[in-house]
């Protein structure tokens, strides 16, 4: 799968923690002594190690398909960025070895470049993280909206309710730092209201300061790299993959069976298509095969949510969804690596 | 993520180290590694009746769910014993009956999750990766500090790691910790932790029950309950058990929307553990009143065989599914395999 999976980034922003390349005094525990109670502190007791630099490294855990190809790169070995992608999660990069992702001579090779930690995200991936965040949001409070105008506050409520519980707090440290005002208080008193007096007139006016509010947070981010494909693509691919689990989730033997993960996914997808019809011109351009798939498969798959309101029967089972998610992945996977060579020229 | 600093500050060792120790790559060794055997071998001296475990193959299998206990990988980094566990969040779907099937959130393709079992002062590594669409968590019962309380959300295809010690000793439990946790829970994402004392327990037929609740529509209100993920799967597959063995049951009750249920055993009295905290019974009942995440060690041994049931004395909860039997089995040398209707 061609994801981009970060171990929680907001609250690491001040540390860059690497693992080996911190060391400090062991803690001697005698291992036959029963161990009554070890310092609970001892987790975050040990945080002198800012001082450290630490070297770049790619975290398995984490890393998106193009940055193992690195690995792939320099082992020789095909279908290796894959291979540690379908082997995840990783406790320490040996488990390469004891996973038999690799053998312990070509983890010799790599080892100082491995690394399973969270690492504070910079540059492109930071901001493709942070878009990504905002555009699960934008596509909750997308089916919020037509379920509002449906007058379904009822189902509307877990749409407004799920980008604060959910997405918010990844995306607070960073508000400060991008000099966007924090919108957390709009999110929970839409949601108050939606709970309590639906039919209140008020509804309408502290809906739209919500999605307001959100546009005012992508909208830090610069135009230029917003229209700019291999960007934005990344983007859709990250909302696809949410909209891929929780259609699977939704339905059970050809029927939905479960209308809030069917209605989330409904959102992720037409924000998605909203995002790509953005771009769509300048992929054509770069890579018109590409682009015939991408758009072909957005085609098939809006048709899997003919309304908000769930119909009876299922119109594509999960499958055949993560088939046209997939395909839309590795035609995407082609335009990022398009420009990305393009950048490093 | 705060709760990595714990990895990246709070595990002072490298590779390196490690390999000067002669300790990387240790499995099984030292004093946990001996303690696990230890309990491995106690229930060697325990009679078991053997299962005919029938293995469906979606996240539900009740009958190999009794006596399942996910001791994780045991890993010796600088004299410190590391219990390794590995959880990824999933979506299935299981069968509530014949006729209703319900999207579940499952860990490690199951519902229950495993039941992650540890001894106390043992570390505890967890690396929990979501799959599951909306963002997800795992909250652990017992003490540690703030960053490794489990209730900051992790997005779909992250992952995380959760690193702390296990104590104090007793039955616990894990779960997702995401708004509405209610919902988060009841779809599946729980599932028992057991810390041991530092002195085993005696030895014993050691059975965990899990008693949980469905909402099928969503309306804040149960209309299936189970034991270890099944409805009425006990009372058509009583579990087999020998007279006069000693029964030591991990109970947990897990049901959201209901307040509090009771455990009621047929025919018996249980000596009663609370919350597995002490090495001596505080009373004897034969119900215990049990809220949501409340769980306790309940001991019995059955004088006379047959077949018990065992369920919360709220009637109507039982009759939707949270109900099950023993089959008490006379001859505790007998080869014969337990028959299930
Ligand atoms: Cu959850």
């Known amino acids: ?345 | 993520m705060p709760n990595n600093f714990a990895l990246g500050n709070g595990k002072p060792w490298s590779r390196r180290q490690l390999l000067q120790l002669g300790l990387a790559g240790a499995g099984v060794t030292g004093a946990a590694g001996l303690w696990q055997m230890l309990n491995l071998q106690s229930k060697s001296t325990v009679k078991v009746p053997p299962l005919n475990i029938e293995a469906p193959d979606d996240a539900t299998n009740p009958m190999k769910m009794l006596r399942d206990f996910d001791y994780g990988t045991v890993k010796q980094e600088n004299g410190r014993t590391i219990r390794e566990f590995q959880l990824t969040a999933g979506t299935s779907i299981i069968k509530l009956n014949s006729a209703v099937s319900y999207n579940i959130w499952d860990l490690n393709g199951r519902i229950p999750g495993p039941t992650l079992r540890a001894k106390q002062g043992d570390r505890i590594r967890v690396l929990f990766l979501n799959n599951a669409g909306h963002s997800h968590s795992l909250h652990f019962h017992g003490v540690h500090p703030a960053e490794m309380d489990g209730v900051r959300p992790i997005s779909n295809g992250s992952a995380t790691i959760y690193e702390f010690d296990a104590e104090p000793y007793g039955v616990h439990l894990y779960h997702c910790h995401i708004e509405p946790v209610t919902r988060h829970i009841a779809k599946g994402l729980y599932g028992m932790f057991i810390i041991d004392p530092p002195t085993p327990r005696p030895p014993a037929d050691e059975i965990v029950l899990v008693m949980g609740g469905y909402d099928v529509n969503d309306d804040s209100h149960n209309d299936y309950y189970a034991f270890n993920g099944l409805p009425h799967y006990y009372m058509h597959h009583p579990i087999g058990i020998y007279k006069d063995q000693l029964i030591r049951l991990y109970v947990l009750n897990i049901i959201e929307y209901d307040p509090a249920v009771t455990f009621h055993l047929h025919a018996n009295f249980f000596d009663v553990y609370r919350y597995g905290m002490t090495m001596t019974p505080s009373e004897k009942a034969d119900v215990i009143t049990m809220g949501v995440a409340e769980r306790h060690i309940l001991e019995f041994a059955f004088r006379y065989p047959g077949k018990y049931m065992f369920h919360p004395h709220q009637d109507a909860i039982a009759e939707n599914g949270c109900m099950g039997q023993f089959e008490v089995l006379a001859e505790k040398n007998s080869q014969n395999p337990v028959k299930h209707s």
């Open chain 1, 1 to 345: 799968m061609i994801k981009l999976r970060y171990i929680c980034l907001a609250a690491a922003a001040t540390l860059i923690v690497t693992l080996s390349s911190c060391s400090s005094t062991p803690t001697a525990e005698n291992p036959s002594a029963p161990v009554a109670s070890p310092p609970a502190t001892e987790a975050v007791s040990n945080n002198s190690h800012s001082g450290h630099s630490s070297k770049e490294k790619i975290n398995i855990n984490t890393a998106i398909l193009s940055e193992l190809d690195k690995f792939e790169g320099k082992l020789g070995v095909p279908a290796l960025s894959n291979k540690i992608q379908a082997n995840r999660p990783y406790g320490s990069p040996e488990d390469l070895v004891t996973k038999k992702v690799i053998t312990q001579e070509q983890f010799d090779q790599i080892k100082d470049q491995v690394g399973v930690q969270e690492v504070v995200l910079t540059g492109e991936a930071k901001d493709v993280d942070y878009m990504s965040k905002l555009g699960l949001m934008k596509g909750h409070l997308l089916v919020a909206r037509e379920l509002l105008d449906q007058n379904q506050p009822k189902q509307a409520e877990p749409h407004i309710g799920h980008p604060v519980e959910e997405i918010y707090v990844d995306v607070e440290d960073q508000l400060n730092e991008r000099k966007v005002k924090e919108f957390k208080t709009t999110l929970v008193s839409l949601q108050d209201l939606v709970k309590s007096s639906p039919k209140d007139s008020k509804v309408k006016t502290s809906f739209t300061s919500s999605v307001q509010a959100v546009d005012g947070a992508i909208a830090a981010l610069p135009e230029a790299q917003r229209s700019k494909p291999g960007f934005t693509l990344q983007v859709i691919n990250e909302l696809l993959d949410s909209a891929n689990s929780e259609y699977r989730a939704a339905i059970a033997d050809g029927k939905i069976t479960a209308p809030i993960e069917y209605q989330d996914s409904r959102g992720f997808v037409f924000y998605a298509n909203e995002l790509y019809k953005g771009i769509s011109s300048q992929v054509a351009q770069a890579d018109p095969e590409a682009h015939k798939a991408i758009d072909t498969s957005f085609a098939e798959l809006i048709k899997v949510w003919p309304a908000a309101i769930p119909p009876a029967k299922a119109v594509k089972t999960p499958n055949d969804v993560t088939k046209l998610v997939k395909t839309i992945e590795e035609n995407s996977q082609k335009v990022v690596d398009k420009s990305n060579t393009q950048a490093q020229r």
